[in-house]
Every structure is written in structure tokens, then in C-alpha cells.
């Protein structure tokens, strides 16, 4: 049974930095990705990262300030949040699936439980 365990979450001020991290337990190397969702709003995509780490995908309003990377030999995925801003304020959910990097939620089969991060201004 595959398992996702995602840490890291926490409170910050505008501008600074958290790095999420997601243990994957139970599978093989899937492609992973970090969906969120704010109050009130849709779960949004985020970013996603294939297997070995060769490909990457990001949403627009994350690219240049986010950067996704995994630890193969941990099976291991990370989320680099730089420059957060208080519109990053959400529930992170690390997913697994068996496509390449894609935004659809559906391409993903298994979900964590999710942390959560505030951005205060």
C-alpha cells in the first residue's frame, strides 16, 4: 500500500522560505506532484516532478519562486517555497501517479494527507 507523508508546513512572513517534504512509503518511484488549496477555492497544481527527477512541470504562478526536486534513494519529494507571498496560503497535498508531470488531478492515484502553510503579510 502506498503511503505519502508530507512534513514541513508551518507559519511564515511574507518573503521568506519553507521547504516541504514528502516521504513516499510502499510503492515504486512515481511521478509526484504538489497540488494546494486555499479556503474556499479548488485544489490547484502547483508542481510535479517524474521519476528520475529529468522532468519537471510548474504552475504559472509558482515558476521562478518554487522548485520541486526528489531524493530517489529516500523515495523522497521536496517543494523549495521561496519569496512566499500570503496568496501561497494553503493545504499542500503531495500526490502520486504513473503519467509524466501533468496538472490533472485525475493522472493522480494516491494523495497525502496534507500540511498546511500560512503567509502572513
Known amino acids: 500500500q502506498v503511503q505519502l507523508v508530507e512534513s514541513g508546513g508551518g507559519s511564515v512572513q511574507a518573503g521568506g522560505s519553507l521547504r516541504l517534504s514528502c516521504a513516499v512509503s510502499?510503492?515504486?518511484?512515481?511521478?509526484m506532484a504538489w497540488f494546494r488549496q486555499a479556503p474556499g477555492k479548488e485544489r490547484e497544481f502547483v508542481a510535479a516532478?517524474?521519476?528520475?527527477?529529468?522532468?519537471?512541470a510548474y504552475s504559472d504562478s509558482v515558476k521562478g519562486l518554487f522548485t520541486i526536486s526528489r531524493d530517489i534513494a529516500k523515495n523522497t519529494v521536496f517543494l523549495q517555497m521561496n519569496t512566499l507571498r500570503p496568496e501561497d496560503t494553503a493545504a499542500y497535498y503531495c500526490?502520486?501517479?504513473?503519467?509524466?508531470?501533468?496538472?490533472?488531478?485525475?493522472?493522480?492515484?494516491?494523495w497525502g494527507q496534507g500540511t498546511q502553510v500560512t503567509v502572513s503579510s
Open positions: 516532478i517524474n521519476w528520475n527527477g529529468g522532468r519537471t
Open positions: 500526490a502520486a501517479g504513473r503519467r509524466s508531470p501533468t496538472a490533472d488531478q485525475d493522472d493522480y492515484e494516491y
Open positions: 510502499g510503492g515504486a518511484l512515481y511521478t
